[in-house]
Protein backbone atom coordinates (compact mmCIF):
# COMPACT_ATOMS: atom_id res chain seq x y z
CA UNK A 1 0.00 0.00 0.00
CA UNK A 2 1.47 3.02 -0.67
CA UNK A 3 1.66 5.66 1.56
CA UNK A 4 1.93 9.50 0.90
CA UNK A 5 4.41 11.72 2.90
CA UNK A 6 2.96 13.81 5.92
CA UNK A 7 3.46 17.21 6.25
CA UNK A 8 6.35 18.40 7.74
CA UNK A 9 6.31 19.58 11.18
CA UNK A 10 5.58 22.81 11.88
CA UNK A 11 3.34 22.72 8.99
CA UNK A 12 -0.07 24.10 9.00
CA UNK A 13 -1.29 20.83 7.61
CA UNK A 14 0.35 19.00 10.56
CA UNK A 15 -2.01 20.72 12.91
CA UNK A 16 -4.54 18.92 14.55
CA UNK A 17 -8.02 18.95 14.20
CA UNK A 18 -10.11 19.20 16.67
CA UNK A 19 -12.99 16.11 16.88
CA UNK A 20 -15.80 18.00 17.49
CA UNK A 21 -15.30 20.62 14.34
CA UNK A 22 -14.86 17.06 12.47
CA UNK A 23 -17.92 15.43 13.54
CA UNK A 24 -19.63 18.55 13.10
CA UNK A 25 -18.46 19.26 9.58
CA UNK A 26 -18.49 16.05 8.00
CA UNK A 27 -22.20 15.18 9.21
CA UNK A 28 -22.98 17.70 6.92
CA UNK A 29 -22.68 14.67 4.43
CA UNK A 30 -25.75 12.96 4.72
CA UNK A 31 -25.26 9.09 4.22
CA UNK A 32 -27.19 5.86 3.70
CA UNK A 33 -27.25 3.67 6.62
CA UNK A 34 -26.49 -0.70 6.39
CA UNK A 35 -26.12 -3.35 8.20
CA UNK A 36 -23.39 -5.77 7.71
CA UNK A 37 -24.22 -9.03 9.23
CA UNK A 38 -22.81 -12.47 8.54
CA UNK A 39 -24.16 -16.12 9.84
CA UNK A 40 -21.78 -16.69 12.42
CA UNK A 41 -20.66 -20.23 14.19
CA UNK A 42 -23.56 -21.90 15.29
CA UNK A 43 -25.82 -20.81 12.81
CA UNK A 44 -26.75 -17.23 14.53
CA UNK A 45 -26.14 -13.96 12.70
CA UNK A 46 -23.55 -11.55 14.32
CA UNK A 47 -23.33 -7.76 12.56
CA UNK A 48 -23.34 -4.30 12.70
CA UNK A 49 -24.75 -1.15 11.47
CA UNK A 50 -22.76 0.60 9.37
CA UNK A 51 -22.96 4.12 7.37
CA UNK A 52 -19.33 4.39 6.22
CA UNK A 53 -20.55 2.01 2.93
CA UNK A 54 -19.67 2.59 -0.82
CA UNK A 55 -19.08 1.15 -4.42
CA UNK A 56 -15.47 1.12 -5.14
CA UNK A 57 -14.73 -1.16 -8.06
CA UNK A 58 -16.89 -2.37 -11.25
CA UNK A 59 -14.04 -4.40 -12.39
CA UNK A 60 -14.29 -6.27 -10.09
CA UNK A 61 -17.16 -5.71 -8.51
CA UNK A 62 -15.71 -4.27 -5.39
CA UNK A 63 -17.72 -2.43 -2.34
CA UNK A 64 -15.66 -0.64 0.65
CA UNK A 65 -17.13 -0.22 4.08
CA UNK A 66 -15.54 1.57 7.45
CA UNK A 67 -15.92 -0.49 10.58
CA UNK A 68 -14.61 0.64 14.34
CA UNK A 69 -12.42 -0.86 16.03
CA UNK A 70 -13.78 -1.42 18.95
CA UNK A 71 -17.13 -3.47 17.63
CA UNK A 72 -17.44 -6.47 19.67
CA UNK A 73 -20.01 -8.18 16.62
CA UNK A 74 -16.46 -7.29 13.98
CA UNK A 75 -14.57 -10.37 15.11
CA UNK A 76 -17.85 -12.84 14.47
CA UNK A 77 -18.50 -11.07 11.07
CA UNK A 78 -14.95 -11.43 9.92
CA UNK A 79 -14.40 -14.94 10.58
CA UNK A 80 -17.53 -15.69 8.67
CA UNK A 81 -15.79 -14.42 5.85
CA UNK A 82 -18.83 -13.34 3.53
CA UNK A 83 -20.98 -10.89 4.78
CA UNK A 84 -24.07 -9.42 4.00
CA UNK A 85 -24.79 -5.42 3.34
CA UNK A 86 -28.35 -4.49 3.54
CA UNK A 87 -29.13 -1.21 2.97
CA UNK A 88 -32.24 0.27 5.23
CA UNK A 89 -35.30 1.83 4.21
CA UNK A 90 -36.04 4.86 6.09
CA UNK A 91 -38.91 2.54 7.83
CA UNK A 92 -36.25 0.76 9.40
CA UNK A 93 -35.02 2.62 12.11
CA UNK A 94 -35.65 0.30 14.73
CA UNK A 95 -33.03 -1.86 13.07
CA UNK A 96 -30.94 0.13 13.19
CA UNK A 97 -30.93 0.78 16.23
CA UNK A 98 -30.67 -2.75 17.40
CA UNK A 99 -28.10 -3.41 15.53
CA UNK A 100 -26.33 -0.46 16.10
CA UNK A 101 -25.83 -1.38 20.11
CA UNK A 102 -23.64 -3.64 21.55
CA UNK A 103 -24.45 -7.06 22.94
CA UNK A 104 -25.31 -10.74 22.02
CA UNK A 105 -28.85 -10.44 21.39
CA UNK A 106 -28.94 -7.58 18.46
CA UNK A 107 -30.86 -9.59 16.19
CA UNK A 108 -33.71 -10.23 18.48
CA UNK A 109 -37.21 -8.71 17.10
CA UNK A 110 -35.21 -8.26 13.60
CA UNK A 111 -36.58 -9.72 10.86
CA UNK A 112 -33.43 -11.67 8.81
CA UNK A 113 -32.67 -14.71 6.57
CA UNK A 114 -29.74 -16.09 5.30
CA UNK A 115 -28.13 -15.94 2.32
CA UNK A 116 -27.00 -18.89 -0.01
CA UNK A 117 -23.91 -17.33 0.35
CA UNK A 118 -23.80 -17.75 4.09
CA UNK A 119 -24.65 -14.19 4.32
CA UNK A 120 -27.11 -12.08 6.66
CA UNK A 121 -29.84 -10.48 4.42
CA UNK A 122 -32.19 -8.10 6.48
CA UNK A 123 -35.92 -8.40 5.81
CA UNK A 124 -37.66 -5.38 3.99
CA UNK A 125 -34.10 -3.42 3.22
CA UNK A 126 -34.34 -1.33 0.00
CA UNK A 127 -31.38 -3.77 -1.36
CA UNK A 128 -28.63 -6.24 -0.46
CA UNK A 129 -25.19 -6.89 -1.59
CA UNK A 130 -23.67 -10.12 -0.78
CA UNK A 131 -19.75 -10.22 -0.49
CA UNK A 132 -16.77 -12.28 0.16
CA UNK A 133 -14.07 -10.35 2.32
CA UNK A 134 -11.28 -9.31 0.37
CA UNK A 135 -8.69 -7.06 2.34
CA UNK A 136 -9.13 -5.42 5.72
CA UNK A 137 -6.43 -2.58 6.52
CA UNK A 138 -6.07 -0.75 9.23
CA UNK A 139 -6.84 3.43 9.45
CA UNK A 140 -7.21 4.88 12.35
CA UNK A 141 -9.69 3.94 15.13
CA UNK A 142 -11.42 1.89 11.98
CA UNK A 143 -10.47 -0.91 9.74
CA UNK A 144 -11.35 -0.28 5.85
CA UNK A 145 -12.79 -3.58 4.50
CA UNK A 146 -12.96 -4.33 0.83
CA UNK A 147 -15.40 -6.85 -0.59
CA UNK A 148 -16.28 -8.42 -3.60
CA UNK A 149 -19.46 -8.91 -4.83
CA UNK A 150 -21.51 -12.02 -5.11
CA UNK A 151 -24.83 -11.51 -5.74
CA UNK A 152 -27.41 -8.41 -5.44
CA UNK A 153 -30.82 -8.17 -5.12
CA UNK A 154 -33.16 -4.80 -4.85
CA UNK A 155 -36.93 -4.16 -3.89
CA UNK A 156 -39.48 -1.92 -6.38
CA UNK A 157 -40.07 1.49 -4.09
CA UNK A 158 -39.30 3.00 -0.54
CA UNK A 159 -36.76 5.81 0.53
CA UNK A 160 -33.41 5.16 2.41
CA UNK A 161 -32.53 5.76 6.02
CA UNK A 162 -29.87 8.45 6.15
CA UNK A 163 -28.08 9.65 9.21
CA UNK A 164 -27.40 13.88 8.85
CA UNK A 165 -26.41 16.00 11.36
CA UNK A 166 -25.84 13.42 13.76
CA UNK A 167 -29.67 12.00 13.72
CA UNK A 168 -31.89 10.12 11.49
CA UNK A 169 -33.57 11.95 8.22
CA UNK A 170 -35.73 10.72 5.50
CA UNK A 171 -35.70 11.21 2.08
CA UNK A 172 -38.69 11.47 -0.42
CA UNK A 173 -36.68 9.60 -3.35
CA UNK A 174 -39.52 6.92 -3.92
Do not use: N
Not at 48 to 65: T, W
Not at 91 to 117: I, T
Amino acid sequence: MERLTPPAEGDARSRSVDPAAFREVLGAFASGITVVAAVADGGRPAGLACQSFASLSLDPPLVLLCVGKGSSSWPKVRAAGRVGVSILAEEQRSVCEALGRPGEEKFAGVDWEPSAHGAVRITGALATVDCALEAVHEAGDHYLVTARVLELTTRDGGSPLLYYRSAYATGAFG
